[in-house]
T-cell receptor, first 113, second 116 residues
Framework: AQTVTQSQPEMSVQEAETVTLSCTYDTSESNYYLFWYKQPPSRQMILVIRQEAYKQQNATENRFSVNFQKAAKSFSLKISDSQLGDTAMYFCVILNQGGKLIFGQGTELSVKP | DTEVTQTPKHLVMGMTNKKSLKCEQHMGHRAMYWYKQKAKKPPELMFVYSYEKLSINESVPSRFSPECPNSSLLNLHLHALQPEDSALYLC???????????????FGPGTRLTVL
């Protein structure tokens, strides 16, 4: 069975600063896909960034980047220049070969002015 | 159009009522999903449709009945629900069901269901 662990239930960061959200996972599949999804208080779940496990290069999307350590099964999300609109629940997710999303428990991020 | 729409936004129903939730996408996706989400928890998968056929049922009670009338529409029929079924119900869609490079799931805004 696959599992995703987010060890930080809540975090806060000052506007314009950088924050890193941690995620570890476990899977026996050789190829898989990892995602960070964001769910703001308005509740719409939005994809932030994706990483294909067979790609060595860490994915980046504007102010969002990941540190993907395949051997350590670690997939952290770094948010640079944090903005008030980044306030949300962040879910680390693995997509298994059967097409199911396996979610972590989430990290609630608050960006403070 | 990269949007998944869900209606209604909010629904309050009694335990004897019958109601339906509706989900629609026009992205040409062939996989559609229903999730249940409690506050401050991750979504829990309920059902998966692939090419309009039920592919996965995560042992969901029969008081929840999914239906996929066509490739763009997904319904969830509700009957004789319990108060513990109160939650946010999310619909999602993706190109295909199986894992693939472009198979991210697009989520709708959800229906907030309250069962009295």
């Amino acid at each position: 069975a696959q599992t995703v662990t987010q060890s930080q239930p809540e975090m806060s960061v000052q506007e314009a600063e950088t924050v890193t959200l941690s995620c570890t996972y476990d899977t026996s599949e050789s190829n898989y896909y990892l995602f960070w999804y964001k769910q703001p208080p308005s509740r719409q779940m939005i994809l932030v960034i994706r990483q294909e496990a067979y790609k060595q290069q860490n994915a980046t999307e504007n102010r969002f980047s990941v540190n993907f350590q395949k051997a350590a099964k670690s997939f952290s999300l770094k948010i640079s220049d944090s903005q008030l609109g980044d306030t949300a629940m962040y879910f680390c997710v693995i997509l298994n070969q059967g097409g199911k999303l396996i979610f972590g428990q989430g990290t609630e991020l608050s960006v403070k002015p | 159009d990269t949007e998944v729409t869900q209606t209604p936004k909010h629904l309050v129903m009694g335990m004897t009522n019958k109601k339906s939730l509706k989900c629609e996408q026009h992205m040409g996706h062939r996989a559609m999903y229903w999730y249940k989400q409690k506050a401050k928890k991750p979504p829990e998968l309920m059902f998966v449709y692939s090419y309009e056929k039920l592919s996965i049922n995560e042992s969901v009670p029969s008081r929840f009945s999914p239906e996929c009338p066509n490739s763009s529409l997904l319904n969830l029929h509700l009957h004789a629900l319990q108060p513990e079924d109160s939650a946010l119900y999310l619909c999602a869609s993706s190109h295909e069901k199986l894992a693939g490079v472009d198979n991210e799931q697009f989520f709708g805004p959800g229906t907030r269901l309250t069962v009295l």
